[in-house]
């Protein structure tokens, strides 16, 4: 019985990997201070149906990026759909937000994503949009670095 326990917690410690694919709580951006800052100060862009707002700033939490995510309660009246879109653009960003490089020694960025289309999206078309919003959050972030040196 214990040799079967030990297997697990070996097998366990094996399949753990550097890359984590997780979206933790401290990860999720629930501060109102840097919701309205991030939302006054911010840069923008737009990967369709996506729209990202960025800042650069410090954080309550020790982590390199908080991200948030919204539907229009405008466009899409039912909770329920709303929701799904919030779940789907979650997933889209645990799989993919390896692709966000650690930023400059003791900075952080907050990043809310905001989804503008106007019909129910399927998950193939939400993740192209999420990898299409990293690659452009990454290279403008690199942009600033640049201007910086």
């Known amino acids: 019985m214990t040799y079967g326990l ?3 917690m070996e097998a366990k410690e094996k399949i753990e ?3 984590s694919y997780t979206l933790k ?3 999720r951006l629930c501060s109102k201070k840097v919701i309205d800052k991030l939302f006054a100060e911010g840069e923008s862009f737009l990967a369709f149906p996506i729209k ?3 800042k650069v700033t410090k954080l309550p939490q ?3 990026v908080q991200a948030g995510f919204t539907v229009s309660k405008k466009i899409f009246k039912r909770a329920v ?3 799904r879109i919030k779940r789907l653009m979650r997933e889209a ?3 993919n937000k390896q692709m966000l490089p650690l930023l400059a020694d003791e900075q952080q960025m907050a ?3 905001i989804f503008i289309g106007k019909e129910l999206p399927k998950f193939v078309q939400i993740d192209k949009a999420m990898k299409k919003a990293l690659y452009k959050l990454v290279s403008s972030c690199a942009e600033v670095e640049n201007k910086k040196a």
Do not use: A, C, Q
């Open 81 to 83: 759909k709303r929701n």
């Open 6 to 8: 030990y297997f697990f």
């Open 111 to 113: 990043v809310f994503f």
């Open 93 to 95: 960003y645990r799989l």
């Open 62 to 64: 020790p982590v390199p």
């Open 17 to 19: 990997s550097p890359t």
């Open 25 to 27: 709580k401290v990860e």
């Open 52 to 54: 990202v707002v960025y």
